[in-house]
Every structure is written in C-alpha cells, then in structure tokens.
C-alpha cells in the first residue's frame, strides 16, 4: 500500500485515534502523522509509546498544515474541536470524524469549517471497551467497515482518498447518509449497548444475588454484557444524548417486543418463543456468514 496523505492529524488520542495511527504506520499511508490529546498525561503517554511522530500541545497546531484532519474526540466535543483548528486549517485540507452518531456531528462541526476545506464524516464499525492511548492496535479494523458520509457537494476525490485510507487500514468501505446511518446503527450497537447497561445495573440491585456469584457464574450470557457495559461512559453517554431520537424509535420497539415475550412466558406460550429463538437464531448466523464474527463459542475472545 502505497502513501495516500503527506500529513495526517488525529486530534484525540483514545482507542480509535492509536489504532489508526498503527494501522497508518503499518502500511505506510502518510508521511507524517501529528497528535493532539486534552490532557497533558495523555499527550505524555503518547510520547512515551511512540504514538504520532509529533505529539502537539494544541489542536491548532497539530491541525497545522495537514491533508487530512481526523477528530478522534467524543461525539460531543465535536463542535468545540472543529472550531479550534478551523483558523489553521490549510485549503483543500479534508476534515473527517470516527465519531459513533453522525447527523449531530455533522450539525456541530460544519459551520465551523471555512470554505474550501472538505468535510467527509467516517464511523468505522470497530471498538473494543477498552479506552486511552494504550487500547489501540494496527488490526483493530481488520475485516470490519468504515461507514462513510459523504455531504451534498461533497467533492469526489476527497471522499474516495478517505475512502483509500480506511481500506488502507484493513476496512471495507460503504457510503451511507446520515439519517439512515443513526438509525442502523440505533439498532445495531446503540439500543444493545443501553440494554447491557440495564441489564448490569439490575443484577448489581438484586440483592439475592451476590457479588461473586455474579462474577463466578457469569458465563451464562451475563459476562457478554458486563463487557459491553464496561464501554466508556463519557463516550455513551454523548452517543445516547445525539443519536436521541433513533434510539428512543429503537427502544420503543425493544420495549413492545420485551412485553410480548414476557407475555409469552406468562401464558406458557412455548411456540411463540420457540418460533422468535428460531428467527433470532438465523440472523446470527447471518453474522457469521457475513465474517463479522466467529462462530467459537467463547465469540473468539481467547484468540
Ligand atoms: P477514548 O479512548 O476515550 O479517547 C478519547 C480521546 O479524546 C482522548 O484522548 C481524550 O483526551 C480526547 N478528548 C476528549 N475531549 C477532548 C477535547 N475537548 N479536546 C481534545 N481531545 C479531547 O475514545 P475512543 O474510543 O477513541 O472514541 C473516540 C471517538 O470514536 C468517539 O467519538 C466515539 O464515538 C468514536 N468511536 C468509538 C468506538 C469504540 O468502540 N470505542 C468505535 C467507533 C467510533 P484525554 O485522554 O486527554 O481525556
């Protein structure tokens, strides 16, 4: 894979910035790559492991003279980050984001981009609970996608040099428009993720179920959602609070579906439930066939 960009700049250095700056040395997909985190413990730790050629001590100034832009940020500090670097954005200069809701963003950081920057939101569908500088590595988007928002008038060599740097990365790329990309992704990561939460919290309040026998008993599904439950806050909680409307749509339904089998158990309803596990069962194997996952009973986590 040959370079795609002189200078790339991640402002935020969390779990999607690292694995991107790996994934970029890895093969080689820009000359240099600059950094910018909010705290100074942040910006010491990438010094320390080596992560971005140069770590800067503000967004301005690692935004500074790049082709490329990339806000690494929680979704809701989008805004403010694009407002900083816009006066030292170079022309002809790309802005892109990896945020998880994209119609909010795109709301937040645009009108701060003067003209004749491109703005081409990304969302690649690949995290791990684990956040900070330490998370990333080069393969985290290895045979996963990176959903794409191209804007109205978006010009076309920019999106598809974006588009380049995310397949450089390992990523299949897919364009999407926003709306539709927050309601997909409503049901497929947000609306579980807060289901997970729920789901942890009510075991944490029973108390005729203690601690360890949480912890020691967990295999039976449980200790599927304390993984996701462990996810970082800050970034949920931005995500719930600007994808509002798509994930409430969501939850509605949850909550209809949730009733209905809840009155399937109650009525000893057996072919009602037999009939939904049926369906719900095709669709993960849907999964497996697609290669979104592995179908090893542990869903390759020893790996
Ligand atoms: P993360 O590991 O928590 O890192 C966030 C980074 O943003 C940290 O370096 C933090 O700096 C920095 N930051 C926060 N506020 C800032 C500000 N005002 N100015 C400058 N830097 C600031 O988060 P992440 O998991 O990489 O997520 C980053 C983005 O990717 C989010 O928008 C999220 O929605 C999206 N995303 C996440 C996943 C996932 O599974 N994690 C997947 C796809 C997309 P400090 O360390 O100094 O606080």
Redesign the pocket.
């Known amino acids: 894979m040959s370079q795609i960009y002189d200078r790339v700049a991640l402002?935020?250095?969390?779990?999607?910035?690292?694995s991107m700056y790996w994934a970029i040395k890895r093969s080689g997909l820009a000359g240099e790559v600059t950094g910018?985190?909010?705290?100074a413990?942040?910006?010491d730790t990438a010094r320390e492991i080596g992560l971005c050629d140069r770590v800067c001590e503000s967004?301005a100034e690692a935004a500074e003279g790049a082709d490329l832009v990339v806000?690494?940020?929680?979704?809701g500090?989008?805004g403010?980050?694009a407002a900083?670097i816009a006066p030292n954005l170079k022309p002809g200069a790309t802005v892109s984001?990896?945020?998880?809701?994209k119609a909010a963003v795109i709301e937040a950081v645009a009108p701060h981009l003067p003209e004749g920057v491109h703005f081409v939101p990304a969302?690649?569908?690949?995290?791990?609970?684990?956040?900070?500088?330490r998370?990333g590595f080069a393969e985290l988007f290895d045979n996963r996608f990176c959903l794409i928002v191209p804007q109205q008038g978006s010009d076309r060599a920019a999106v598809e040099r974006v588009e380049q740097l995310w397949q450089g990365m390992g990523s299949e790329t897919e364009e999407m428009d926003a709306d539709h990309h927050d309601l997909v992704l409503a049901v497929t990561s947000h609306a579980p993720h807060l289901i997970a939460y729920t789901m942890v919290g009510v075991a944490d309040d029973l108390r005729r179920v203690t601690d360890s026998e949480v912890i020691k008993f967990s295999a039976a599904g449980f200790r599927d959602f304390t993984r996701i439950a462990a996810?970082?806050p800050?970034?949920w909680r931005?995500?719930f609070l600007n994808n509002k409307n798509a994930t409430l749509e969501i939850l509605g339904r949850f909550t209809e579906e949730l009733f209905a089998l809840q009155r399937a158990i109650r009525t000893g309803d057996g072919e009602h439930l037999h009939e939904y596990f049926t369906h719900t069962r095709a669709i993960r194997r849907g999964i497996i066939e697609a290669g979104q996952d592995t179908d090893a009973p542990d869903f390759g986590r020893s790996k």
């Open positions: 402002i935020g250095l969390g779990l999607i910035a690292s910018y985190a909010r705290s413990e942040t910006r967004a806000l690494c940020v929680p979704v500090v989008m403010d980050v900083q984001d990896v945020g998880s809701v969302h690649p569908l690949a995290g791990t609970e684990h956040s900070g500088p998370a996810s970082d800050t970034m931005d995500v």
